[in-house]
C-alpha cells in the first residue's frame, strides 16, 4: 500500500506540519518481519534560500537548520529556477513572492517522490519504507512586516506557510516616525540645505512646536502605538483611527480613537501606519487629502502606495497641506524626476525608517527562528495564513492541537481501513 498524505493539500491544522512523508506498508506478517526502515534525510539536505541582505546573526541561525544559499539580485527568471529545489525562502520586500512561484516549486515535489519510489525499489514492496522530507510550498520568511509582496491565498493553498517578523523593527519604525515629525516642524532639512548652499536664513524656517499639537494615527498597530506612545510623551494629543483597535488598548496608551473622516480634521500631523492592501491602495488621495484639517502635515513610514503622489503634490501646491515626510515611496526607488522627492515642502528618505543595526540584526534572528520553526512543524506566533496565538498560549494549546491531530488519524484509519501520516 502506497500513502502519499498532505501531497496537494491545504493545511488548515493549528499546527501546520512541517514535513511530507511517503511509506509503503507491509502486506504480511512476514513482510513486517523482514520490514526494513531508510535512515532520514540529512540536515543539509534542507535547501534555504534568501534572496536579499539579512543579517549575519539570522543566517547563522539558519545554518544549523539547513543548507543556506544567498542569492541576490534575482531576477524573475532565475528566481523561477530556484525554487524547485529550495525547502524554504526568506525575503524582504524586493522580492514578489506569487502565485507563479508556488506553481514553479512543484518540481521540488516531484524530486521528492521520485526518490521515496527510488526507497520503495531497494527495499521492495514487503517492507515499509519511511522517506520524510521538507519541501517547497514549506515555508515563506518575510525578514520585517509587509507581506503585500507575497500572495499569501497562494501559499495557502500550496500547503506554505508565511511567516513575519513583526516586532523586531518596532522600536526604529516608531523612532524614524517621530524624527520625521520634527523635521517636518522645525524645517531641519531644509534650514540644512540653505547653510550648505552658502545661506542664513533663520527667519525663513521658523517652526512650531509639537507641545498641544494633535497627532492623528492612523493605523494603531505595533509601530502605531509606539508611536502614539513618545508622542504622548512628548507633550502632543493623540487621537487614532484603526478598525481593529480595541478600545482598552487604546486607553492605555492614552489615545483616543475616531472615525477615520473625524481623525483627519483633528490632525495637525497625520502619521500612516497600515498596510498596502487592494483596499489601502492610495488610500489617500485628492478626496481623503481634502477632508485633512488647513494647513497640516503628513508623514508616511509605512507603504508608498497608500498615498496618491499626484494628488498629494496637488494638496501641497494648493496649501491645503503644509507639509510631507516620506520614507516610502509607490516606485521604490523613487525616479529623478518624481513629483514629490525635489520639493523643498517634503522631506524625503531612504527607507530609513527600519534601517538600524539593532532592527536589522533583531529582524534577522526573527525571522529565521520562525523560518526554523517552520520547517520543524512546531506552531509559530508570526505564522500569517494559521492562527496567530501568543508564545504563552502555544504552550497550553500544543498537547491539545498534537490530540487532534491523533483523533483525525485515528478516525481516517477506521473509515479508510490505512494509516495516515
Known amino acids: ?25 507491509a502486506q504480511s506478517e512476514e513482510d513486517r518481519g523482514q520490514a526494513m526502515q531508510a535512515p532520514p534525510i540529512a540536515r543539509d539536505e ?22 543556506v544559499e544567498c542569492s541576490y539580485n534575482l531576477s524573475e527568471t532565475e528566481l523561477l529556477e530556484k525554487v524547485p529545489y529550495v525547502d524554504a525562502l526568506v525575503v524582504r520586500s524586493k522580492t514578489y513572492v ?19 519510489w ?14 520524510t522530507s521538507a519541501t517547497f510550498g514549506q515555508v515563506v520568511g518575510r525578514a520585517g512586516v509587509g507581506v503585500d509582496n507575497i500572495d499569501i491565498p497562494a501559499a495557502t493553498e500550496a500547503g506554505c506557510l508565511v511567516v513575519n517578523a513583526p516586532t523586531a523593527n518596532t522600536l526604529a519604525a516608531a523612532e524614524h ?16 540645505a540653505s547653510m550648505k548652499a552658502g545661506r542664513w536664513e533663520s527667519s525663513k524656517y521658523t517652526g512650531i512646536s509639537l507641545v498641544d499639537k494633535t497627532l492623528a494615527v492612523m493605523g494603531l498597530g505595533k509601530v502605531g502605538a509606539e508611536v502614539a506612545r513618545i508622542a504622548s510623551g512628548l507633550g502632543m494629543k493623540v487621537v487614532a483611527h484603526d478598525p481593529y483597535a480595541l478600545p482598552g488598548v487604546a486607553h492605555s496608551l492614552g489615545v483616543e480613537l475616531l472615525s477615520f473622516n473625524d481623525a483627519l480634521a483633528q490632525g495637525d500631523f497625520v502619521s500612516l ?34 498615498i496618491d503622489e499626484a494628488d498629494l503634490a496637488a494638496a501641497l501646491d494648493e496649501g491645503r ?46 525571522i529565521a527562528g520562525a523560518v526554523a520553526a517552520g520547517l520543524r512543524g512546531e506552531p509559530c506566533a508570526t505564522a500569517l495564513n494559521a492562527p496567530r496565538v501568543s508564545g504563552d498560549e502555544l504552550s497550553l494549546l500544543q498537547p491539545y ?21
Open 118 to 131: 527510488r526507497g520503495y525499489e531497494q527495499y521492495g514492496s514487503g517492507a515499509e519504507y519511511e522517506l
Open 1 to 25: 500500500e502506497r500513502v502519499i498524505p498532505f501531497m496537494n493539500q491545504q493545511r488548515s491544522s493549528f499546527q501546520t506540519p512541517a514535513r511530507k512523508s511517503f511509506r509503503w506498508k
Open 46 to 67: 534542507i535547501q534555504i534560500l534568501i534572496t536579499e541582505r539579512v543579517g549575519s546573526s539570522g543566517i547563522a541561525l539558519l545554518e544549523k537548520v539547513g543548507r
Open 273 to 306: 501606519h497600515i498596510p498596502l492592501t487592494r483596499a489601502t491602495c492610495r488610500l489617500f488621495n485628492s478626496v481623503t487629502l481634502s477632508k485633512m484639517k488647513q494647513g497640516a502635515y503628513i508623514i508616511n513610514v509605512a507603504r508608498g502606495g497608500v
Open 98 to 116: 506569487t502565485r507563479q512561484l508556488f506553481a514553479a516549486s512543484n518540481g521540488r515535489l516531484k524530486k521528492v517522490e521520485a526518490a521515496a
Open 401 to 421: 492541537a498534537e490530540l487532534a491531530e491523533l483523533l483525525g488519524r485515528a478516525t481516517v484509519q477506521m473509515v479508510h481501513g490505512r494509516s495516515v501520516q
Open 321 to 366: 497641506l503644509r507639509g510631507a515626510a516620506l520614507d516610502v515611496f509607490e516606485v521604490t526607488p523613487p525616479a529623478p524626476d518624481n513629483i514629490l522627492v525635489c520639493r523643498s515642502d517634503v522631506v524625503c528618505t531612504p527607507r530609513l525608517s527600519v534601517s538600524t543595526k539593532e532592527a536589522k540584526e533583531g529582524v534577522a534572528v526573527e
Open 177 to 192: 516616525a517621530v524624527a520625521l515629525l520634527y523635521a517636518l516642524s522645525r524645517n531641519l532639512a531644509q534650514g540644512d
